[in-house]
């Protein structure tokens, strides 16, 4: 009973496979998509606000990306502590 507790995530924890349907890599209309809305996103602006808006995505990208890090190496300590505990 000890063992399938330590095997069952604790219910706050998410976890996703790019082999699930539902992933986006899995999915090859939610990047159709994106580019569709990417493209919106650009039609009847001028070079400065293209710009402006790239240099917001960029930023969003960068937050995202170190969130994701942040999340990884929560996720590897997180791991760690479990195989500690096991042994």
């Known amino acids: ?18 082999n ?3 992933s986006p890599r899995a999915n090859g209309r939610y990047e159709d998509r994106n580019k ?12 400065e606000e ?9 930023d969003e990208l960068r937050l995202e990306e170190a969130r994701l890090v942040l999340l990884k190496k929560l996720r590897q300590s997180q791991i760690q502590k479990e195989n500690v505990v096991q042994k």
């Open 20 to 22: 699930e349907a539902s």
């Open 50 to 58: 293209r710009q402006m808006i790239i240099k917001q995505l960029r």
């Open 1 to 18: 009973d000890a063992d399938r507790e330590r095997s069952t995530p604790s219910p706050d924890i998410i976890v996703l496979s790019d």
């Open 36 to 47: 569709v809305a990417n493209l919106e996103l650009f039609k009847g602006k001028g070079p």
